[in-house]
């Protein structure tokens, strides 16, 4: 194009015109673009937020920690000789290691044959386990004598249909030891009941007899904040700066 | 992004905080502190003082209970406390505080059992002062009714597994004007059936 110097002025006063209305519609798209992002990143947090259902943990999407976690508690083996729920032995090592939740909330009940007040919650307990499989890890901690491993301790579980959830029996010299790794809070009374959450914060504790309306909200509060907390993460690691690198020539 | 990391920490926290208040433990009396008298029934319905049950250099209050096997597994031990305390002036008392156990079979089960007194703590009201929380649980006042230890007998509930004598140790460290070492501790019993639960 060529510009005479007569018309020059308006060459660059439309020239101007020119770049500045590119300048603008580079910053409408970017603008645009920018929208688009954020409207689909609110839409995916609100749509998880209403519609992923509770049974739908989305830490089960996380394949990799689930099946970790999988491997670490698994349902009840049998007592392949008596066919009765397999109970195992275990010692203040043992229980720490138990207490470290593996990608899901944790429930823990501590219990004894002999103390009435645990008789009497496990069925509760029992159907708690049934429904929230999957979501929540439920194991229990017999404080029965030793002698008990392979009598009244399966037994019982037997009869309260507790074979799903693995069973363990504390033996240790030193119960205050054991009682202090467990909470700070428990006076040694049992039942005892303490849950979780997947980080391994304390959430709930109960000395006595938990009540089942109480716990199961404390459980649904749970999984409901692991959903958000994960949610919230999601879309900020998708919307994360992407750096690209050239690739290095072989 | 910051910003909203922080946002979904605070609204974690926040969840998990009130939630943790869930959390209840009974504190009761401190160590150190001093128990005011108080009044209870014994198992024959007299009104007793804690004053004139306790010896000339303190009490030692267990809290018991009928059904507890936890406390039929230490009833050996609390008997032999007794004996061997009451030469030295420390009184064993019995309380029972649990809400589900019947005068007569908290009558019974201490005749049978124990010759020390057997107080009846009707609406878990010295229980809920002290802080005692399961069975067997005892509380060490020495002559000035200050508490001095509180918690677990010894560190097993099996009598041949017992490593540490915690009540003993506490009570012969005071005893002999020594500083004692171990003021608390907790192991395995039975809860105590309150009223309001």
């Given at each position: ?40 990143r ?14 739908n ?5 996380r394949k ?29 090592t ?6 470290k ?26 159907k ?43 033996k ?16 040694g009374g ?5 849950l ?39 879309p ?10 050239r690739?290095?020539?072989? | ?48 003082s ?66 020390f ?23 060490y ?57």
């Amino acid at each position: 194009m060529i510009v005479s110097p007569q018309n020059y002025g308006n060459f660059l006063a439309t020239n101007k015109h020119e770049r500045t209305r590119k300048r603008t519609k580079k910053l409408f798209v970017s603008f645009r673009v920018c929208s688009w992002l954020n409207l689909l990143r609110v839409s995916v947090v609100s749509f998880c937020l209403v519609f992923v259902p509770a049974e739908n943990s989305f830490a089960q999407t996380r394949k990799g920690k689930t099946k970790a976690a999988a491997k670490k508690i698994k349902a009840a083996p049998k007592n392949v000789a008596s066919n009765l729920p397999k109970v195992t032995q275990i010692d203040a090592t043992g229980l720490q290691n138990l207490l470290k939740p593996n990608g899901k909330p944790l429930l823990i009940n501590f219990w004894a044959t002999w103390c009435d007040p645990c008789r009497e919650e496990f069925p509760d307990l029992v159907k708690i386990g049934a429904d929230y499989k999957d979501r929540i890890d439920l194991i229990t901690v017999s404080l029965d004598e030793l002698s008990e491993i392979n009598g009244d301790v399966p037994k019982f579980l037997a009869a309260m249909k507790a074979d799903k959830m693995p069973a363990y029996l504390l033996k240790t010299p030193n119960e205050e030891e054991a009682i202090a790794a467990v909470s700070k809070d428990w006076q040694g009374g049992l039942p005892f009941t303490i849950l979780y959450n997947a980080n391994g914060d304390t959430i709930y504790i109960k000395q006595g007899k938990f009540k089942t309306d109480f716990l199961r909200a404390e459980i649904e509060k749970t999984l409901a904040n692991q959903i958000r907390f994960q949610i919230f993460q999601l879309p900020m690691s998708i919307c994360r700066p992407v750096t690209l690198t050239r690739k290095k020539s072989l | 992004m910051k910003k909203l990391s922080f946002l979904a920490a605070a609204i974690f926290a926040v969840a998990a905080f009130i939630s943790f208040n869930n959390v209840s433990a009974k504190e009761g009396l401190a160590i150190g502190a001093t128990m005011e008298n108080f009044k209870l029934t014994d198992t024959s319905g007299t009104e007793k003082s804690f004053n004139d049950l306790k010896g000339k250099n303190g009490a030692i209050l267990v809290f018991l209970s009928v059904q507890c096997p936890v406390v039929k597994g230490y009833n050996e031990r609390i008997v032999k406390l007794a004996e061997d305390y009451a030469a030295k002036g420390i009184n064993v008392i019995g309380i029972n505080s649990n809400s589900t156990e019947t005068m007569e079979k908290v009558k019974a089960h201490a005749a049978e059992n124990y010759k020390f007194p057997v107080l009846i703590d009707k609406g878990n009201v010295i229980a809920d002062r002290l802080g005692a929380n399961v069975t067997p649980e005892t509380f060490y006042l020495n002559a000035k009714n200050v508490l001095v230890y509180r918690g677990a007998i010894d560190n097993n509930k099996s009598s041949d597994s017992v490593t540490n004598k915690f009540l003993r140790d506490a009570a012969d460290a005071d005893l002999s004007g020594k500083t004692v070492a171990k003021t608390s501790a907790v192991a395995f019993g039975c809860s105590i059936k309150r009223v309001t639960e």
